[in-house]
């Protein structure tokens, strides 16, 4: 087998998912990489990372991109996101609760070292009970809710499915907004 041939095979893996029809992505770790393609020594992330960049190369003709998962830091390959929105269906079609509900989840998990208390979501969403929208997230494996402790983390299936660095961008933007709009008054 080729590297290519192994890249390929590693970064496409998935697993059968909770319901039956569904498939989960599992991709891989740099340690299984390096140990597949045989890298060893001292300059094995640096040659993995290298290897890693030709092929990106080479397989963005077929609209396929290399990402890495910021929750878990698995590597996995996808298609481009124009080809992503053509074929995909978007869960929160005429949900917009649930993104909104996902948004601050997101938004709190990542100010809050990862773990946050549903009271908090209700909290800054402001409503009674958003239990309902929270199984939904847990039901697409977005979100993981621990039932005793009423804490919610992020599932990392959540990485491979959204762009975390285009939310964080957008995030950022907007808070630089506000705060240009603070200034001006």
Same mark, same amino acid.
């Given at each position: 087998?080729?590297?290519?041939?192994?890249?390929?095979?590693?970064?496409?893996?998935? =697993? $059968?998912?909770?319901? #039956?029809?569904?498939?989960?992505?599992?991709?891989? /770790? %740099?340690? !299984?990489?390096?140990? *597949?393609?045989?890298?060893?020594?001292?300059?094995?992330?640096?040659?993995?990372?290298?290897?890693?960049?030709?092929?990106?190369?080479?397989?963005?003709?077929?609209?396929?991109?290399? =990402? $890495?998962?910021?929750? #878990?830091?698995?590597?996995?390959?996808?298609?481009? /996101? %124009?080809? !992503?929105?053509?074929? *995909?269906?978007?869960?929160?079609?005429?949900?917009?609760?649930?993104?909104?509900?996902?948004?601050?989840?997101?938004?709190?998990?990542?100010?809050?070292?990862?773990?946050?208390?549903?009271?908090?979501?209700?909290?800054?969403?402001?409503?009674?009970?958003?239990?309902?929208?929270?199984? !939904?997230?847990?039901?697409?494996?977005?979100?993981?809710?621990?039932?005793?402790?009423?804490?919610?983390?992020?599932?990392?299936?959540?990485?491979?499915?959204?762009?975390?660095?285009?939310?964080?961008?957008?995030?950022?933007?907007?808070?630089?907004?506000?705060?240009?709009?603070?200034?001006?008054?």
């Amino acid at each position: 087998m080729n590297e290519y041939t192994i890249l390929l095979y590693l970064l496409t893996r998935t =697993k $059968q998912g909770n319901s #039956n029809d569904k498939f989960e992505i599992i991709g891989a /770790s %740099e340690e !299984e990489l390096c140990d *597949s393609l045989h890298f060893t020594g001292k300059f094995t992330k640096i040659q993995l990372h290298e290897l890693m960049d030709q092929f990106s190369k080479s397989i963005s003709i077929f609209n396929l991109q290399l =990402k $890495q998962n910021p929750f #878990n830091f698995r590597w996995y390959l996808t298609q481009s /996101s %124009e080809i !992503e929105e053509f074929f *995909s269906s978007n869960p929160f079609s005429g949900k917009p609760r649930i993104a909104a509900t996902l948004c601050t989840v997101l938004s709190l998990c990542m100010t809050n070292n990862g773990k946050i208390d549903i009271n908090s979501v209700r909290k800054i969403r402001n409503k009674k009970d958003i239990r309902k929208d929270l199984q !939904e997230l847990e039901k697409l494996n977005f979100i993981n809710m621990e039932k005793k402790s009423n804490l919610i983390s992020i599932n990392p299936y959540l990485g491979y499915f959204m762009d975390i660095e285009g939310f964080l961008n957008i995030l950022e933007n907007e808070i630089r907004k506000k705060n240009i709009e603070n200034v001006d008054e």
